[in-house]
């Protein structure tokens, strides 16, 4: 059960970071279009989202050994 939610945790984590993204890749046409100001706000936060949706991955395989059930 556990496993189940950390997984759903990480699928709507995902959900949300890539809702974040579409916007600005819609807007951008050409690769040369992407200035430092909106790589820098993509990467402060596409990156933390990033590393929660694998931490909660982790968490939801190890969920079992772990006796977390």
């Given at each position: 059960?556990?496993?189940?939610?950390f997984?759903?945790?990480?699928?709507i984590?995902?959900?949300?970071?890539?809702?974040m993204?579409?916007?600005?890749?819609?807007?951008i046409?050409?690769?040369?279009?992407l200035?430092?100001?909106l790589?820098?706000?993509?990467?402060?936060?596409?990156?933390?989202?990033?590393?929660?949706?694998?931490?909660?991955?982790?968490?939801?395989?190890?969920?079992?050994?772990?006796?977390?059930?």
């Open positions: 059960m556990i496993t189940n939610l997984f759903g945790a990480a699928a984590i995902f959900c949300v970071m890539i809702a993204m579409i916007p600005f890749f819609g807007k046409r050409d690769v040369k279009d200035t430092p100001e790589t820098a706000w993509l990467s402060i936060r596409i990156f933390p989202l990033m590393f929660l949706i694998s931490l909660l991955a982790f968490a939801g395989s190890q969920a079992g050994k772990w006796g977390w059930n």
